[in-house]
């Protein structure tokens, strides 16, 4: 069982962004690896290394296991196919046969199912702040991902819809593995989300393995491969199983639209691509819908857009009085 203390917001809104960070880079150094490997036996290879790791830092770390039971290993088989499988099987083989501007347009369901799987369910109430927040965010990732550039066409269509898969599959782990990542010790859930992950993803990329042949290991293509092994595996997904117990299933959802403005951020920093008003006004879009997204406070009629009628209106009131 994990522990009753609860860490402060402030840490769990620095563990959420830095993993929006850390897939942001992660979209630059995938089309490294992915260009040498078949995706599902890089899908494969890297949750079996990360697997491995998370086994031996469970035990070297001394924390108490989980009691054994089907309490704790049956619910895991469904998430970890929703969580990883079916996540990571769906996006990579997609994004394989369809182009990448629909892949990145499409992912941004993400946010959006989710909010709606805990709407059904009663998980989350939809507060008009929220919806607003999550209008606001997703027209900026749209605007920033160039939407106009989305093609819809028979070439396409089973990439788009493995794609969309892929989305309606996190959601529903985003909403449905809340409750049982709150009971639960973070490090073990961790590490047999990635056993039961490396098992499915494996199974799925045994033709591929059957005709794979290693590839020269160039300095920069080993690079590449530690950092999605490392920074974009291990870390991100335990960062985000430890954040989605602490917050809400919608707002670790929210988060997601951080990392095209990430991306743009390491696209100027790295390629010297120029920072255009686009993207300038795409980001305040998807700061202004987090900013709402995440406020319990903040009503559409305090909204700054409207404060000067309200200030005009409390002002003749006080006058007529």
Known sequence: MTSSASPSPRLVLTALIAVQILFGINYVVSKIVVGVFPP????????????????????????????VGFSF???????????????????????????????????????????????????????????????????????????????????????????????????????????????????????????????????LALPDWMGFHWPEMTPKLWMAAVYAIFGATLATYFLNFWALAHAKSSHVALFIYLQPVVASLIAWIWFGESVTLRTVLASMLIFMGLLLGLSKKIKMGDFFLLQPFKRLRDFRSKARS
């Open 40 to 67: 599902l036996v890089w899908a494969s290879l890297r949750i079996i290394i990360s697997s491995s790791c998370m086994v031996a830092f469970a035990l070297l770390s001394g924390r108490k296991h989980p009691k």
């Open 73 to 203: 290993f049956g619910p895991m088989v469904v998430f970890a196919l929703l969580g990883t499988v079916i996540n990571q099987a769906s996006f990579l083989v997609g994004l394989k046969y369809t182009t990448s501007t629909n892949s990145a347009i499409l992912n941004t369901l993400i946010p959006i199912f989710t909010l709606l799987i805990v709407t059904i369910r009663g998980q989350e109430p939809a507060t008009p702040a929220r919806i607003w927040g999550f209008v606001f965010a997703f027209t900026g990732v749209l605007v920033i991902r160039k939407v106009e550039e989305l093609t819809l066409s028979n070439t396409t269509l089973l990439g788009d819809l493995l794609t969309i898969l892929n989305c309606l599959s996190y959601g529903f782990f985003l909403s449905y593995s809340k409750k049982f990542l709150e009971k639960y010790d973070p490090v073990w859930t961790t590490t047999w989300l990635f056993i039961y992950g490396s098992i499915g993803l494996t199974v």
